[in-house]
């Protein structure tokens, strides 16, 4: 697949990094020489300087030909008009990265769809949807619904008490077969599991289990739900807002923000949250704030180390649930050996959103997780695919991924080696970073 990426930040380069790898054809436009020196040098993929908003620059890109066109410049403003520019030359699909929430609302997405941008990507509005599902479910590291909940994937932080801890797979599934273990994240590696791998202290565990059992694969890791409703916010980010407004009166929010001016304008914006002006990282004012009476912290600031680093000493004053929105991918790992909670990361959930596209899922339901080094999708089996011409023991799947389930006339169900896919299931797939592009040969 050709793909045109108009942007090379943070979020334009880490897709094209990803893409490189998928094996895709990729070429990357932006007006920095140095950014794109970095990205020529080290992997497999094209690049172009010039402005993303030039009708030359995207003409020589090669958007007439291209299948899909991604503007993920920081200007919602550049990316739309480039999107528009691109369709105008001939690009199968666009998707312009926005940051205005209004332009999500379905009624106005005629008026982008005529500009020629099919998809619209607002990795913050994500980002706070992440947040208020893991304060639904806080005792989760990740939740993942398929197919309104029928399926579920789940990421467990094994502690000693977890009756899991120690057993390997292949006794756990002697005794227990309402889950399926996806993957297990070990200190700096994600493993596909094979019966032979034993669960240990410490590990990440993802499960994939169906709604009904979901109470049952949490006792088994030892863990208990908890009612979440104070919640302290450090930094006032555009994540925070959205995080608020989405809520609404679900929960009683306070925000610290170092910024007097953004504190007023915090103050406007969120009118039922309390704001405080301060450093969140001052152990003295978070306990004069009441941290040690709070359900959760939410760490929100630039700083991906300040995040980390505050939500460990929020979790020591003995805060139940902590998220921190880790921007460096390289801290990832690091961050969830030091129990950090939660992670958030806005690239993860771009790309994961820009994969969900490329496997032609409908953009309007989430059906792809991208982690650090992993992804989820649930894809729907086509007639005549690879993957429905024997049952699954029978396959030779690539050990870098595995199929954790289906759905099977609108009802959930785990899948074993004796299973045989039939088109038109819904497939739920895990796959290290990498392996996307064998799995679209598999369902193609």
């Keep these: 697949m050709k793909i045109l990426i108009a942007g090379a ?13 998928e094996e895709q054809d990729v070429t990357i436009l932006d007006t920095d020489a140095a950014h794109l020196a970095a ?8 690049t172009l300087q010039g402005k993303p908003t030039s009708f030359d620059s995207i003409k020589e890109g090669g958007a007439a030909d291209c299948d899909l066109f991604i503007a993920v410049t920081p200007f919602e403003t550049n990316n739309i008009l480039a999107c528009s520019i691109a369709k105008s030359f001939g690009a199968k699909r666009t998707v312009a990265r926005i940051d205005n929430y209004e332009y999500m609302i379905r009624e106005n997405r005629d008026f982008f769809t005529r500009m020629g941008v099919n998809h619209l990507i607002y990795p913050e509005y994500f980002a706070a949807r992440e947040i208020m599902m893991s304060l639904k479910r806080s005792w989760a590291r990740n939740w993942f619904e398929i197919h309104q909940g029928q399926l579920i994937v789940v990421g467990v932080k094994i ?4 009756k899991l801890n120690g057993m390997a797979l292949k006794d756990i599934g ?7 273990v996806s993957a297990i994240k070990r200190n700096y590696e994600t493993i596909i599991p094979r019966g032979s791998d034993i ?14 059992n979901i109470g049952a694969v949490r006792d088994l890791c030892g863990k208990t739900a908890a009612n979440i409703r104070k919640c302290l916010i450090m930094g006032g980010s555009r994540i925070a807002v959205r995080l608020i407004r989405l809520a609404g009166d679900a929960y009683r929010f306070k ?9 007023e304008w915090l103050a406007e914006r969120c009118p039922d949250a309390k704001i405080v002006h301060g450093d969140g990282r001052d152990i003295d004012l978070l306990l004069e704030e009441g941290i040690t009476e709070m ?29 921190a929105e880790v921007e460096n991918i390289q801290f990832i790992a690091e961050a969830e050996n030091l129990n950090v909670g939660t992670i958030i990361n806005k690239k993860l959930l771009a790309s994961g959103r820009i994969f969900q596209i490329l496997l032609e899922a409908d953009a309007e339901t989430p059906k792809f997780m991208a982690l650090a080094d992993a992804d989820v999708a649930e894809i729907e089996v086509r007639p005549g695919s690879k993957i429905t011409r024997a049952q699954v023991m029978d396959l030779n799947l690539s050990r870098d991924m595995t199929i954790a389930g289906l759905i099977r006339d609108d009802k959930g169900m785990l899948v ?14 895990f796959c290290l970073s990498g392996a996307i592009h064998k799995i679209e040969r598999l369902f193609n």
């Excluded at 002697?174 to 399926?180: D, K, V």
């Design 416 to 429: 074993t080696g004796s299973t045989r896919i039939q088109p038109g299931d819904h497939v739920v797939v």
């Design 255 to 263: 925000i610290i923000e170092s910024d007097r001016d953004r504190c």
């Design 199 to 212: 669960i240990r202290e410490g590990d990440i565990v993802y499960f994939t289990s169906t709604a009904e």
């Design 174 to 180: 002697r005794e227990h077969r309402f889950f399926h």
């Design 295 to 323: 359900d959760a912290f939410i760490a929100l600031t630039d700083s991906s180390e300040t995040n980390i680093l505050a939500s460990v000493s929020a979790k020591e004053l003995g805060v139940r649930k902590t998220v």
């Design 39 to 46: 990205l020529d040098t080290n992997y497999n993929l094209l």
């Design 159 to 162: 502690r000693a008490n977890a």
């Design 9 to 21: 930040g943070e979020v334009g380069s880490h897709l094209a990094k990803l893409l490189s790898r």
